[in-house]
């Protein structure tokens, strides 16, 4: 069983940069995302990738701002978030399944989460104007 450990979220102005890690226990899985659930929100996914980073999938709101990386040497998937504005705050959570899931996030789009098993504590983002 995969266990993930996210850091890196903060404060920031709006405009500003943040870059989120998410370290799996003992390694990454097949496929890899990141989610964020604002308060009074559904949770929705961001951004997800392929086991090797050959491919990523991002939600429409984040294209261009956000990119999802992974690095295996170092069992971490990061999301690097640039120009980021108000509504991207949220609690963020690192997530992992087979390669199933990335495979459905590819023909059906981003989904609220169901398709992924194992999931770590959140870090919080906030963006203020």
């Known amino acids: 069983q995969v266990q993930l450990a996210e850091s890196g979220g903060g404060s920031v102005q709006s405009g500003g940069s943040l870059r989120l890690s998410c370290v799996a226990s003992p390694v990454i899985d097949s496929c890899m995302a990141w989610f964020r659930q604002a308060p009074g929100k559904q949770r929705e996914g961001v951004a997800a990738i392929y086991a090797g980073g050959a491919r990523t999938l991002y939600t429409n709101s984040v294209k261009g701002r956000f990119t999802i990386s992974q690095d295996n040497g170092k069992n971490t998937v990061y999301l690097q978030m640039d120009n980021l504005k108000p509504e991207d705050t949220a609690m963020y959570y690192c997530?992992?399944?087979?390669?199933?899931?990335?495979?459905?996030?590819?023909?059906?789009?981003?989904?609220?989460?169901?398709?992924?098993?194992?999931w770590g504590q959140g870090t919080q983002v906030t963006v203020s104007s």
């Open positions: 997530a992992a399944h087979t390669l199933q899931a990335c495979n459905a996030w590819s023909s059906s789009g981003p989904d609220r989460g169901t398709r992924f098993d194992t």
